[in-house]
């Protein structure tokens, strides 16, 4: 086990003797470290957070914080991380709260930029990217294959559902469908996230199908209930057209537009 003389690690934290633990580090209550996670230095790992394997963790981040939140009085709460995720300077994660599931969870093989907040409650899927500067406010979704531009701020109990992509500076106040490239302030949607599908090897085909899906979902001017019979009479040719289903039928906010 490598640990920098320097680094305070609670008595009660659980470290992996692969795990590597940087100068002046510091490691709270009942955490855990995984098999091959660094944390480079001056990292603060908070009580009740754990951190699976492979993550690296840069400096001057703080990862399982009490929440921000004047509702919290200090009652147990939670923090998890996958695998594989890279977490650069300054980041800031909070643990979760009594008044969602106590538990801020976040997936595998991200990236979180420099000084990105993730406020509590948040729950982050695997394979995003969000550009420095984000924040999240609390209890908001994000799905997997997102990419989140820098200096943009989601409102909180907002989804941002798969493979959609938000362009730098941009205001989230409504659920972001699947699929969807938004963007301004507030954010409108501005077609497809085409790019990310062709880098993800997906054939014009597909590509198509979900493009004539935009068009019914947000293009038609069908009520919402006519528009989800149509996709889903389209969604038996292209089955990955569900996923834009599920945003306009799980969406409590309403979508940006």
């Not at 003797?17 to 510091?26: D, F």
């Not at 001057?60 to 929440?67: D, L, T, V």
């Not at 009652?75 to 650069?88: K, M, P, V």
Request: aromatic share 6%; net charge negative.
């Amino acid at each position: 086990m490598s640990i920098h003389p320097t680094a305070i690690i609670d008595p009660t934290a659980i470290i992996d003797p692969t795990a590597q633990i940087g100068p002046y580090c510091i490691v709270g209550k009942n955490s855990k470290i995984g098999a091959g996670t660094i944390l480079r230095s001056h990292v603060i790992i908070g009580e009740n957070t754990s951190i699976g394997q492979h993550n690296e963790i840069y400096q001057f981040a703080s990862i399982g914080e009490n929440p921000q939140d004047l509702k919290y009085a200090g009652e147990e709460t939670f923090l998890e991380i996958g695998d594989y995720n890279r977490i650069r300077e300054a980041c800031t994660f909070h643990r979760g709260t009594s008044q969602d599931n106590a538990l801020t969870k976040i997936g595998s093989h991200n990236l979180f930029m420099v000084n990105v907040h993730l406020a509590h409650d948040c729950v982050v899927g695997d394979y995003n990217v969000l550009a420095n500067n984000v924040g999240v406010a609390g209890h908001s979704h994000i799905g997997n294959h997102v990419i989140i531009g820098g200096q943009s701020g989601i409102h909180q109990f907002c989804r941002i559902d798969d493979y959609s992509m938000i362009g730098g500076a941009s205001l989230i106040l409504k659920d972001v469908a699947a699929f969807v490239t938004v963007s301004g302030n507030p954010a409108k949607t501005h077609g497809l996230n085409k790019e990310g599908m062709r880098r993800k090897g997906w054939s014009k085909e597909t590509i198509n199908a979900i493009d004539e899906a935009y068009k019914v979902a947000f293009r038609s001017g069908l009520l919402r209930d006519e528009a989800v019979e149509k996709l889903q009479t389209l969604a038996k040719d292209e089955p990955k057209i569900e996923l834009l289903i599920q945003s306009i039928q799980k969406s409590e906010r309403g979508l940006v537009r």
